[in-house]
């Protein structure tokens, strides 16, 4: 059995569903396709949860129920069972809506059980053209088979109950269409698995079965070794190992959601990201084969919109238990570190945090750290924003006498100042906090750099072969 992955892009209308219809036919193999919402209407459902905060967005609401309702006349799939589910989904939306205007807030749980409707909705609309068109899927309900605990809106999987539910209910004779993106908690409410989450859907489903591969087709050809948005001459990744693939995926590239990554590691899984408008072009194939390119870096990628934090004091040098104290401190407050680095004497901690949760982070350090800032053993809480986390990555840069230090001098020619660095002992990724500013010139230049053949052809011609020319042909051989 295979497992293929859909995203909005690929079932944004009717046209491009067929599409996906004749991709899903041409597999000869037993196939579970889980799918995304159309575009745009995961985004609509959280507006609307906004919205009916002041007001009951009632036309907005019909709106978005006719789009579902079109389309499915367009697909020519449209049935008393499918109205009826229609009717259902968009009544119950509307009494949401209600609740929410009259209590004049909304709450997590409301925003997971609203976003989610998304894709049920896609879902069911697929599965009907599909019996149309006489592919035989049966339905696969994530939100009954899919269980992860946590928050509402990002759940962390529950992976032996998951794989138990999949595994009993799952017959791999069979195709299916599955909704991606929903899940439900031990308490059976719905929650998600975050934006971007029906890629891990589709992986879940993929480890649970032990599937032959992945596939999870976008719009975009695979993962290109840098942001094409940015640099114009962007190129196509054909091999990365699941370790490239998850490393480039955190630090920006949006082609494929990083914790897709981890239930495809255990099975050695292959997965495949593939463009739903050009299904003959090969993509990105992610596993565990060795690469031929001599390249060391893979790719070049960016986190935007970065804060940093500084804590320092002589009372922290060779004291115990500093580190452990800063790192529960924002873990307690709910806050993800996404860089670290430390002087050696053990003088300062600076630890990079998305820009947005600074004023939290400075509460929770500074309360943390109270007795120590009032007796003058540390220093107040120091930050910085504006920032960008540059990041080379690739599996070969380990033991590349030189590489760092070409990083530095390519950055420093160009003008532009590193204000800290890291640098794990794999040597598989390399970061840098530059100036956010910089940002996209700092992409440019490494890329044209790592990536680009600044070679020219010229013509040489020698008259005579004295000591000169006898001395040039012998360091040409």
């Known amino acids: 059995m295979i497992v293929l992955k859909f995203g909005g892009s690929s079932v944004a209308n009717a046209e491009r569903i067929r599409q996906v219809a004749d991709i899903v036919s041409n597999k000869p193999e037993q196939k579970l396709v889980v799918v995304s919402a159309l575009k745009g209407v995961t985004d609509a459902l959280k507006e609307l949860v906004q919205e009916s905060i002041q007001e009951i967005p009632t036309q907005k609401i019909i709106d978005l129920k006719q ?129 971007g989450g029906s890629d891990y859907s589709a992986a879940i489903y993929a480890g649970a079965l032990n599937a032959e591969r992945l596939e999870i087709w976008s719009d975009v050809d695979g993962m290109l070794n840098a942001n094409p948005m940015i640099v114009k001459q962007a190129k196509m990744i054909q091999n990365l190992s699941y370790e490239e693939a998850f490393e480039l995926s955190y630090f920006g590239a949006k082609v494929l959601y990083p914790p897709t990554i981890r239930p495809l590691v255990a099975s050695n899984i292959p997965l495949e990201l593939k463009n739903t408008f050009s299904p003959q072009k090969e993509g990105t194939r992610i596993d565990t084969s060795e690469s031929f390119d001599e390249n060391p870096v893979k790719g070049v990628t960016a986190l935007s919109n970065v804060g940093l934090l500084n804590i320092s004091g002589i009372g922290m040098a060779n004291q115990k238990g500093y580190a452990k104290r800063v790192f529960e401190s924002l873990e307690r407050v709910g806050i993800s570190v996404i860089l670290i680095t430390q002087c050696c004497s053990e003088h300062s901690i600076c630890v990079g945090i998305e820009q947005q949760v600074l004023d939290l982070a400075i509460a929770g350090l500074s309360s943390e750290f109270e007795f120590e800032i009032s007796r003058g053993l540390l220093n107040p809480v120091e930050t910085d924003s504006d920032y960008s986390i540059i990041a080379l990555i690739g599996d070969k840069m380990i033991n590349r006498i030189g590489l760092s230090g070409k990083v530095f001098s390519v950055l420093g020619e160009n003008g532009i100042n590193i204000k800290a660095i890291a640098q794990g002992a794999s040597e598989r990724n390399i970061s840098v906090v530059i100036n956010k500013t910089n940002e996209h010139k700092a992409i440019n230049v490494l890329h044209e750099a790592f990536f680009t053949e600044n070679t020219k052809k010229i013509h040489l ?17």
Do not use: W
């Open 461 to 477: 011609y020698i008259a005579g072969k004295g000591n000169v020319g006898t001395a040039f042909f012998g360091m040409i051989q």
């Open 67 to 195: 789009r579902h309702e079109d389309l499915a006349n367009e697909l020519n799939c449209s049935n008393t069972e499918l109205g009826n589910y229609f009717e259902e989904t968009f009544s119950y939306l509307q009494k949401i809506c209600l609740g929410i205007n009259a209590l004049g807030e909304s709450t997590e749980r409301v925003e997971a059980l609203v976003m989610g409707l998304g894709e049920k909705l896609s879902s069911r609309i697929i599965h009907s053209f599909f019996q149309v068109e006489g592919l035989n899927f049966n339905y696969a309900d994530s939100e009954q088979l899919i269980v992860a605990n946590g928050t509402f809106l990002v759940a962390s999987l529950d992976e032996e109950k998951t794989y138990s539910n999949i595994n009993s209910s799952i017959d791999k004779s069979t195709n299916y269409i599955a909704p991606g993106f929903i899940a439900s908690n031990h308490d059976a409410k719905p929650v998600t698995l975050g934006r």
